[in-house]
């Protein structure tokens, strides 16, 4: 899906070459500045290398349209962005922005239990926690229903039962829709549980792929 090819950014990131497969559960890890964000960025489109070339889907992602790629390939960043107006409102942005058919309040009600969001629909969006405003902007990704997601941190603004909850239910989404699941984070533990494929990252480097 995405090959990657003697890649350089700056003063961050050196990858010789890495292949990040279709239909996997892909775990990121390494320490704090260790290029981990950098690279999700990377695939995202959000930056571009210095040299290099990233393809996905056997086409160079510099002859790709970054709106369209968007559209598959969509990334929830560490500190989930919200808009103002109710939960309703910020579930159905994404589909909007995507050009996709509105769904539900019923559909919405089903994917605030898959992501453990006990509120009212109508709820304002601002009203919420840090935590309930992750697993918010995660509901509102799900819906969209990209081919691949990518995910910075997920879990970081969540406790241990939830965090556990909510990974375990993208894993099951990620398997049973056949999507890929790219997923950043700090816990190896987590990694090995869940990663079918596990990346390791130290000063910019792949240490490890599995």
């Known amino acids: ?113 898959t992501i453990n969001l006990n509120k009212d629909l109508q709820t304002d969006a601002f009203e919420l926690s840090g935590g309930e405003k992750q697993r918010l902007a995660l509901a509102r990704i799900l819906l969209m229903a990209p081919d691949v997601l990518i995910l910075d941190e997920p879990s970081s603004s969540l406790d241990e039962d939830t965090e556990i909850f909510i990974i375990e239910k993208l894993v099951d989404y990620t398997k049973s829709n056949y999507k890929t699941l790219i997923m950043v984070t700090h816990s190896k533990k987590l990694a090995q549980k869940y990663g079918e494929n596990v990346i390791s990252m130290e000063k910019g480097i792949i240490k490890k792929d599995n």
């Not at 999700?40 to 056997?58: A, E, F, Q, T, V």
Request: glycine share 6%.
């Open 1 to 113: 899906m995405f090959i990657l090819k003697e890649i350089k950014y700056k003063n961050i990131l050196e990858i010789d070459y890495l292949e990040i497969p279709f239909n996997q559960v892909i775990c990121i890890v390494g320490e704090s500045g260790s290029g981990k964000t950098t690279l999700i960025r990377l695939l995202n489109h959000l930056i571009s290398c210095d040299s290099g070339d990233i393809y996905y889907k056997d086409t160079d992602l510099k002859d790709y349209d970054p709106v369209q790629l968007r559209r598959e390939v969509v990334m929830l960043p560490q500190v989930p962005i919200i808009f103002p107006g109710t939960i309703k409102d910020n579930l159905l942005l994404g589909l909007e922005l995507s050009e996709k058919p509105l769904v539900s309040e019923e559909t919405l009600l089903k994917m605030m239990q």
